[in-house]
């Protein structure tokens, strides 16, 4: 099975079905407050041809969440930002209720690796039970050409 297929499928990486820990490529962000605390790191980010289009103008990031709580289920934002070399930014969010305290994903911007040019990945934590607190961690990368494939738009999948 391809890459493009696991990613579609949503399926694990083979690294990460065997449980080796994945190294950190970018930055890491870990947000706390008084009754949890969150560590999320970009263990990759690279653009790739997932859609059915063929084009190489999806923008693929995985990361990894990992969550220390006293009790309960975990609730925080999550936002996922990039930026293009023109400034231009894309941004998801999503709110994320969980009892796991370990989560692993991958987020796809798909028809948006469509400069040359360094591009900028950002991941933003909110944390708002027990007490308030955020912070973010980025990553860049250069993927390279200027593709035009289809509409903008984004697709998380926690495995």
Known sequence: MSLKQWIANGALLALIVAGLAPLAIGNSVQVANNSQSITVVITDAYYTAVGEDGIEDDV???????????????????????????????????????????????????????????????????????????GDADHDFDPPGETSGGDPHGDLRLL
């Not at 990361?63 to 990039?82: A, P």
């Not at 400069?115 to 944390?127: T, W």
């Open 60 to 134: 693929v990031i995985h990361f990894s969440i990992d969550m220390y709580r006293e009790g309960g289920r975990g609730h925080f934002n999550l936002y996922f930002q990039l930026t293009l070399p023109s400034g231009r930014m894309v941004e998801y969010g999503y709110l994320i209720n969980t009892a796991y305290t370990s989560l692993e994903g991958i987020m796809i911007f798909h028809n948006d690796a469509t400069e040359s040019g360094m591009y900028n990945i950002r991941i933003i934590v909110q944390l708002f039970s027990g007490g308030a607190a955020s």
